[in-house]
């Protein structure tokens, strides 16, 4: 039994987005909770919200490096919401996709340090900078096996299709050996 709601997350960019909008939203309440609830609550509802971002954002990274190898037509959560045409450039690093993670990834870290700063107590907060610090990092280095796996695949494609068409161009000057 095929289930409409069931089938729409058998494409990875409509997974993408969903995991991408629950990021969002376990990010800014985690933000609120830490700046707008007061006492242990608000630090226990902060830190757990982070941590729950954290995971979902290493998990889908993960699951994004093993989708860079298929033929599957994402480009990236902003290209899927803005619809924007992608360059068809093989040449060299995807820089586009690297750098619009680099800059997730250095707004996200921002924000989760300034809102620790003024939320954990002096002890804690160090731990927190090495957490987020480890986080950031970690996703940097999937982004950038992201990136790379998919100009490999591109230029993988266009040497596969160099070489069928010279093959296919000395099978036709080959003389008939009748």
Known sequence: MKLAHVQLFEDFGTRSLAVHAVMVLVFANAVLAGLFIGGELGLLSFIALLNFTAGLWVAHSIHSLGNVATDDEYNGVLNELLDIGTDESTEGL????FGRLLALIAAVTAVSLLTSAQILPGTVFPLA??????????????????????????????????VDQHQRADADN????R
Request: no cysteine; charged share 20%; glycine share 12%.
């Open 129 to 162: 900078v090495v957490a987020v610090g480890a986080i950031a990092v970690v996703t940097a280095i999937i982004g950038f096996l992201i990136a790379l796996g998919a100009s490999y695949d591109d230029s993988e494609r266009y040497w596969t299709g160099e």
């Open 94 to 97: 995807d820089t586009g996709r």
């Open 174 to 177: 080959q003389p008939d050996q």
